[in-house]
């Protein structure tokens, strides 16, 4: 009878270690995971395969942002707990012991760092070591694949235009726009400096929202993106925006003259789509200028041409601003004589209606003259 008991006794002991022998070997396998550093660059993964730890490979997909050249940093872990291992876990990866393998904090053991991997695919041998002898079933054939996203391509036209109210009159705000097309341009944004508090756009404008699509490809209409008011040199800039695998934020400005973009520029004076107090006029041929003694035809097609009538010899500044008060023409009259004749070439400016200011001194007349 005793015997009996003794035998059962060792058929339940063997298969309870047996039982341990399939846990242990069914934890080691696929316990090879990597981790992401908070100022990792990689912003997506994607995982497939097992590995026998012979021929097949686990492979970790991983994809960095379009302008980078290499992943910056990439940890790999081994999964294993003090239940299956008394001692310290070690991960070791083509024969090298952890990064930490030296530390007294053993929790650290369980991460080898690898850094600055470039573009392309690398292969690794990874094992899962307790108190220094190879785990069994825990080897693993590692395949890490660096992905770079899809490279955008541009082609906008930004500019400037001047703001009106709703009576059609100049407000004097400037409006920022923007049309053309984009390809793989998800995560790219708009930042235009100086942000102030008279301006209504903050932080960074995604460039697919004024297309007013998700997509990231498509055109861009004659969409207005910013307007201010301030005096100042505006520039616009293009960033990238993103989310790491780690959960941080991604920023990293676009350089002027990579993948089509180009940095803009516009200043604007206390001048700029400001409305102009204009005198009455009468569009007569010819015609006077107020009270100044000086004649010019109107309409014009080629030549602004000019008539002195004066008994004094005198100097004149005559300048052209188009009705966004931008100044387009200057001149110079010096020693004017009476009935003498002079002509301002203006056959370059479009069609349209501008301001012509003739000045005397301190002594400034403006009026309005019809380009044919």
């Known amino acids: 009878m005793k015997l009996k008991l003794n035998h059962s006794k060792t058929i339940k002991t063997a298969l309870f270690i047996a039982f341990l022998s399939l846990s242990y070997s069914s934890f ?4 090879i995971e990597v981790d992401f550093s908070t100022y990792s660059n990689a912003v997506k993964k994607n995982v497939y395969g097992n590995s026998n730890g012979v021929d097949t490979h686990k492979t970790f997909e991983i994809t960095i942002p379009f302008y980078s050249s290499t992943l ?3 940890n790999l872990r081994t999964d294993y707990s003090s239940v299956y291992c008394p001692g310290a876990t070690m991960i070791n990866v083509n024969s090298n012991n952890s990064t930490y393998s030296n530390n007294t904090n053993t929790s650290l053991h369980k991460w080898y760092k690898i850094q600055n991997l470039p573009v392309g695919t690398h292969y690794y041998t990874v094992k899962s070591l307790c108190n220094g002898s190879e785990i069994s079933g825990s080897r693993q054939l590692i395949r890490v694949i660096i992905l770079k996203e899809a490279t ?3 082609n906008l036209t930004l500019g400037a235009k001047c703001k009106k109210d709703k009576k059609g009159k100049y407000n004097g705000y400037i409006g920022l726009t923007i049309h053309g097309s984009y390809t793989n341009a998800s995560k ?4 235009t400096t100086p942000n102030t508090n008279n301006c209504n756009q903050n932080g960074l404008v995604k460039l697919t929202n004024l297309a007013n699509s998700t997509s990231p490809n498509n055109t861009i209409a004659n969409n207005s993106f910013y307007s201010c008011n301030t005096n100042t040199t505006y520039t616009v800039k293009l960033f990238y925006k993103s989310t790491s695998l780690s959960g941080n934020t991604i920023v990293h400005q676009i350089t002027s003259g990579n993948y089509g973009w180009t940095d803009y520029t516009f200043t604007k004076t206390f001048k700029t789509c400001m409305n102009k107090l204009l005198l009455p006029m009468q569009l007569s041929k010819p015609a006077l200028v107020g009270d100044s003694p000086v004649h010019f035809n109107n309409p014009v097609k080629d030549d602004l041409k000019l008539v002195i ?8 500044e005559i300048e052209i601003y ?4 931008q100044r387009v023409k200057n001149a110079r009259i010096n020693q004017a004589q009476n009935k003498s004749a002079h002509t301002v070439d203006v056959q370059d400016l479009k069609q ?5 200011a003739i000045k005397n001194g301190e002594s400034v007349v403006r009026k309005k003259m019809v380009k044919e």
């Open 72 to 74: 910056n940093e990439l």
């Open 322 to 325: 188009d009705f966004s008060g």
């Open 309 to 316: 009538q004066s008994d004094n010899t005198l100097d004149y």
């Open 152 to 154: 955008p391509t541009l």
């Open 352 to 356: 349209g209606i501008y301001i012509v």
């Open 188 to 191: 790219l944004y708009l930042q």
């Open 28 to 31: 080691a396998l696929n316990s």
